[in-house]
């Protein structure tokens, strides 16, 4: 059943985990104020699902169950559910910077597909296992945080060669109820605010390894589980529209020999279909991460070409403003484009789901990650200092000074001077403070670095087809 916002919030006050924020314990994680923003933006997710204009996009009929769930939790079922999914993504992120959420429909996702693979390949019965903890996640409208990245030590060695053996999340027992985990996830999108923890191996695996090939799903509160998180946006900050309103907490996730039932183990020690659980997560992921950076990349668009105008520039008569902008949203709709492409070339896996053409989703991922940068200093450069420079909202409206900055830090006549800073801010907020630090890294390594998205498209791309045709033209 779809949750209100309200019951969203409600129901993380049925949870007790155990979360530090610089060195304070959280005493409750929905009435932290630190954390508010992030609440904000994973509420925006159960707020739109109840939107009848937003109902196709927002929402999804449950193959399992038939009945209609959070387009977040559905499992794809062809092409156009990708494609939904992508738009669902731009949607919530346009609004929040980033809506969370969308790691839990990819891990899912990854999930159904692979559960089946390993139980084809080893008799298992992971498969049903995860069917069940699925109907329960779309039942209660649940959101849970994905945990994948681990520490990883020294990246040159495996995780079985590491100076310590806990670098990377293992099994360390194995019991009648279950199996026990010892270790640390490092980088963990909105997890304080989650309602559950799904864990999935970063890598792939040997055999030494095995114990470190390792899934499963448990409640935020488990016994053993402790959080280490950054606060979500810039909470309480006046000169920050958008972040301090929604934000987005990274956490670490310590599991100090923590037990997870049987039924809800994933994968535990099958090491040969590790890699290609993180693979499956990874292609799934960075399709969404085009979504988000699109929604991103519509704020900056709007922002940079609102401040262009309140300084007097017109964005389609100025020669540079104009190429600039075009610069921008290039960059923009070309990632999305590849998003877009992805989904329609999406196809069936052996498990029934659909799975993002891994080609496009990667080069959508790798140019989204690249350009960034560009985006930033087409915003940057267009703008001017007054990004990081702006009076404070206090200023503006103080009784000795407001009236007089109001007065010269007017651009264009007919655009009033409290409309231009405004904008600036949310400038600054989106590509100049913490947060907008945060929304380029998050651009750059979230989902996977460069490196991984060059990695996989070199892997799976027909070089030799290409070969071919060359080598049918010259005739040699
Ligand atoms: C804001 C943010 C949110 C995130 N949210 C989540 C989340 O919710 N869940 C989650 O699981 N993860 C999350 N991540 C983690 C993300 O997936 C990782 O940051 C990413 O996979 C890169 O891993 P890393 O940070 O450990 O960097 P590293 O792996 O240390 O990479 C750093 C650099 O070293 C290179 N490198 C690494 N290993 C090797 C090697 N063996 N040989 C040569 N070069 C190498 C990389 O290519 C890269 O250039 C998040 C990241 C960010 C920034």
């Not at 009435?31 to 939107?51: K, M």
């Not at 390993?118 to 109907?135: A, P, V």
């Not at 309602?195 to 016994?223: G, K």
Request: glycine share 8%.
């Amino acid at each position: 059943m779809l949750k209100t916002p309200e019951e969203f919030v409600e129901s993380l006050r049925e949870l007790n985990p155990t979360v530090y924020i610089r060195g304070n314990k959280v005493e409750s994680i929905a009435d932290e104020p630190l954390l508010e923003p992030g609440i904000n933006a994973i509420s925006l997710t159960y707020e739109y699902a109840l939107l009848p204009e937003h109902k196709e996009t927002m929402t999804a009929t449950s193959h399992i169950t038939g009945k209609t769930v959070n387009r977040l939790l559905h499992i794809n079922t062809s092409q156009d559910d990708l494609l939904k999914k992508l738009e669902m993504v731009r949607l919530l992120c346009r609004e929040t910077g980033c809506a969370q959420r969308y790691l839990c429909h990819d891990a899912l996702n990854a999930l159904y597909e692979c559960t089946h693979n390993i139980d084809l390949e080893f008799g298992t019965d992971y498969h049903i296992k995860f069917l069940n903890y699925l109907e329960s996640v779309q039942e209660k409208d649940l959101t849970t945080c994905v945990a994948m990245t681990d520490a990883k030590g020294d990246r040159t060695k495996r995780p079985h060669e590491q100076h310590d053996p806990d670098l990377y999340l293992r099994i360390v027992d194995r019991n009648a109820q279950g199996i026990v985990v010892r270790g640390i996830k490092a980088i963990v999108t909105g997890a304080p605010y989650t309602h559950e923890i799904i864990v999935l191996p970063t890598r792939n695996m040997t055999q030494e390894d095995r114990d470190y090939a390792v899934s499963f799903a448990i409640p935020i509160d488990t016994p053993g589980v402790e959080l280490v998180s950054r606060e979500a946006g810039r909470p309480g900050q006046s000169g920050a529209p958008l972040s301090s309103r929604y934000g987005q907490a990274t956490a670490q996730i310590l599991f100090d020999d923590v037990l997870v039932p049987w039924d809800r183990v994933f994968l535990a020690g099958e090491w040969q279909l590790a890699g290609s659980l993180t693979e499956s997560f990874a292609t799934h992921h960075r399709l969404s991460c085009i979504g988000a950076r699109a929604g991103l990349g519509d704020m900056l668009i709007g922002a940079t070409c609102s401040l262009a105008e309140a300084n007097g520039l017109d964005t389609q008569k100025t020669g540079h403003v104009r190429d600039k902008i075009a610069d921008l949203i290039k960059y923009v709709e070309s990632f999305y484009a590849c998003g877009v492409t992805s989904s329609v070339f999406g196809s069936e896996t052996r498990a029934g789901n659909f799975l993002p053409d891994p080609i496009y989703s990667n080069i959508g991922k790798l140019m989204q990650g690249t350009h960034i940068y560009d985006m930033y200093r087409i915003a940057q450069d267009t703008s001017g200092g007054i990004l990081v420079a702006s009076p404070y909202p206090e200023d503006m409206e103080s009784p000795d000074i407001g009236e007089r900055l109001n007065r010269y830090l007017q651009g264009r006549e007919d655009i009033p001077a409290d409309y231009r800073i405004s904008i600036a801010r949310l400038l600054e907020d989106i590509v100049a403070s913490y947060q907008g630090g945060w929304y380029s890294v998050i651009s750059i390594s979230g989902g996977g670095s460069p490196e991984a998205t060059r990695l996989e498209i070199m892997r799976k791309y027909d070089i030799d087809e290409r070969k071919s045709l060359v080598e049918k033209i010259t005739g040699v």
